[in-house]
């Protein structure tokens, strides 16, 4: 047997595989936008991550969940399966996925405040001071970039900020209650019929001859972005705190930036290095504060086809 992962140490891994997953989103997103639209690329990937989701519920008979989860259930989808991929999609119609990445950077301070309201985590002031250290360079990144000027764009991707990590923090902290994959999925499967009437009257604008490529990217923000990427990304953060391993999305942005770069020729320059530089540091500094976060259901009972080891 080899050595044992240890919580904090499990936590961070399935952090690192989530931001992985999310990291291709905004290309993805970028790439499909033109064909599918703002409404079915949004709302359309929920309808086909509810049915992979759907899927996996039925094969484990899980019961629906009570009612004094359907709040945060429903709050979730707002915030994570209807906000964050509709503003997203919007705003990628007319600005590169590069500058979304930058502006999308606020995610992991914002993330860290709800993980404060609303899972009383109590991170130690250093830990805060390593956090103001990447979003300083993400701000100033962001002021290089000329993401800093006023435009609706930029409003839309900090409407997305806000609609994200609202539904990062309540999802993590239900994920401590009834396991992080039955938070996702219920989600999604709750949202499907609410979401339904709205892609089918958009199926009529759609270009049903969309390249490889753009149904490529349909399928990636559908089944990755919205499902299997939280299957990791609500362990990790049940499991090693919603305000800690939130920091690891601040290197999001300098992953989403290699990948438009090789996938859609967007242009990196001393900027982007500089700036992910510090924002790979401050991710460091914060992994070196530990603080009580609470327990997790997820500990002794694991997504379905996802093997860890206990502390």
């Given at each position: 047997?080899g050595?044992?992962?240890?919580?904090?140490?499990?936590?961070?891994?399935?952090?690192l595989?989530?931001?992985?997953?999310?990291?291709?989103?905004?290309?993805?997103?970028?790439?499909?936008?033109?064909?599918?639209?703002?409404?079915?690329l949004?709302?359309?990937?929920?309808?086909?991550?509810?049915?992979?989701?759907?899927?996996?519920?039925?094969?484990?008979?899980?019961?629906?969940?009570?009612?004094?989860?359907?709040?945060?259930?429903?709050?979730?989808?707002?915030?994570?399966?209807?906000?964050?991929?509709?503003?997203?999609?919007?705003?990628?119609?007319?600005?590169?996925?590069?500058?979304?990445?930058?502006?999308?950077?606020?995610?992991?301070?914002?993330?860290?405040?709800?993980?404060?309201?609303?899972?009383?985590?109590?991170?130690?002031?250093?830990?805060?001071?390593?956090?103001?250290?990447?979003?300083?360079?993400?701000?100033?990144?962001?002021i290089?970039?000329?993401?800093?000027?006023?435009?609706?764009?930029?409003?839309?991707?900090?409407?997305?900020?806000?609609?994200?990590s609202?539904?990062?923090?309540?999802?993590?902290?239900?994920?401590?209650?009834?396991?992080?994959?039955?938070?996702?999925?219920?989600?999604?499967?709750?949202?499907?019929?609410?979401?339904?009437?709205?892609?089918?009257?958009?199926?009529?604008?759609?270009?049903?001859h969309?390249?490889?490529?753009?149904?490529?990217?349909?399928?990636?923000?559908?089944?990755?972005?919205?499902?299997?990427?939280?299957?990791?990304?609500?362990?990790?953060?049940?499991?090693?705190?919603?305000a800690?391993?939130?920091?690891?999305?601040?290197?999001?942005?300098?992953?989403?930036?290699?990948?438009?770069?090789?996938?859609?020729?967007?242009?990196?320059?001393?900027?982007?290095?500089?700036a992910?530089?510090?924002?790979?540091?401050?991710?460091?500094?914060?992994r070196?504060?530990?603080?009580?976060?609470?327990?997790?259901?997820?500990?002794?009972?694991?997504?379905?086809?996802?093997?860890?080891?206990?502390?």
């Amino acid at each position: 047997m080899g050595n044992r992962l240890t919580r904090d140490q499990e936590g961070l891994l399935f952090g690192l595989i989530g931001v992985l997953a999310f990291s291709f989103s905004l290309p993805a997103t970028k790439v499909a936008v033109p064909a599918f639209g703002p409404i079915m690329l949004s709302l359309g990937r929920a309808e086909g991550a509810a049915i992979l989701a759907a899927i996996v519920l039925l094969i484990r008979r899980e019961p629906f969940p009570g009612r004094q989860h359907l709040r945060s259930l429903l709050m979730i989808g707002a915030g994570v399966v209807v906000g964050f991929p509709v503003l997203t999609s919007y705003a990628l119609k007319h600005v590169p996925s590069a500058h979304g990445a930058i502006v999308i950077a606020l995610l992991p301070a914002a993330t860290a405040a709800f993980g404060v309201l609303l899972a009383r985590e109590r991170p130690p002031r250093a830990f805060w001071g390593a956090v103001l250290v990447g979003m300083v360079a993400v701000l100033i990144f962001a002021i290089v970039q000329g993401a800093g000027k006023p435009q609706w764009e930029d409003a839309l991707l900090l409407g997305a900020v806000v609609a994200a990590s609202f539904g990062y923090a309540e999802g993590a902290r239900l994920s401590r209650e009834i396991g992080g994959w039955r938070v996702i999925s219920w989600a999604v499967v709750i949202a499907a019929p609410i979401l339904l009437p709205f892609v089918i009257a958009d199926v009529p604008t759609v270009d049903w001859h969309a390249s490889a490529g753009e149904w490529l990217g349909l399928a990636y923000v559908s089944f990755v972005s919205m499902y299997l990427g939280f299957l990791a990304w609500y362990r990790g953060l049940a499991l090693g705190g919603i305000a800690r391993v939130g920091q690891l999305q601040l290197a999001q942005p300098v992953l989403t930036l290699i990948w438009s770069a090789l996938l859609l020729g967007e242009s990196i320059g001393w900027a982007e290095t500089i700036a992910g530089l510090v924002i790979v540091a401050s991710v460091a500094l914060t992994r070196r504060f530990r603080y009580d976060v609470g327990t997790s259901r997820d500990v002794v009972e694991p997504p379905p086809g996802l093997v860890v080891v206990e502390q």
